[in-house]
Nanobody, 116 residues
Framework: QVTLVESGGGLVQPGSSLKLSCVVS?????????MAWYRQAPGKSRELVAD???????INYADSVKGRFTIDRENTQTLSLQMNSLKPEDTAVYYC?????????WGPGTQVTVSP
């Protein structure tokens, strides 16, 4: 079982950029074969933002973030989400998710707030 920790959230103005990171803080990162970023806005259900398989041969983005966000499995231990041209509707708690041979894991989340 792996443990995930996100960082990089914050309060920014519309049009700004943020980079979120997700680090495998325990467990064997090499057993992870799929990772994703999800987000949950107040009063809404959790939604998939972007996902990436091992080797990055398959990458998907939600329509709402295509062209603005980039997911990257930087190394075995780290997943990132570069977010550009942020909009108020991107405000949410962002969660890292991983599927590994030992099971699935969620991070605790990091808050992103986009406001003038």
């Amino acid at each position: 079982q792996v443990t995930l920790v996100e960082s990089g959230g914050g309060l920014v103005q519309p049009g700004s950029s943020l980079k979120l990171s997700c680090v495998v803080s325990s467990g064997t990162a090499a057993t992870i074969y799929y990772m994703a970023w999800y987000r949950q806005a107040p009063g809404k259900s959790r939604e998939l933002v972007a996902d990436i398989n091992n080797g990055a041969s398959i990458i998907n983005y939600a329509d709402s973030v295509k062209g603005r966000f980039t997911i990257d499995r930087e190394n075995t231990q780290t997943l990132s989400l570069q977010m550009n041209s942020l909009k108020p509707e991107d405000t949410a708690v962002y969660y890292c998710y991983a599927q590994a041979l030992g099971g699935a894991a969620w991070g605790p989340g990091t808050q992103v707030t986009v406001s003038p």
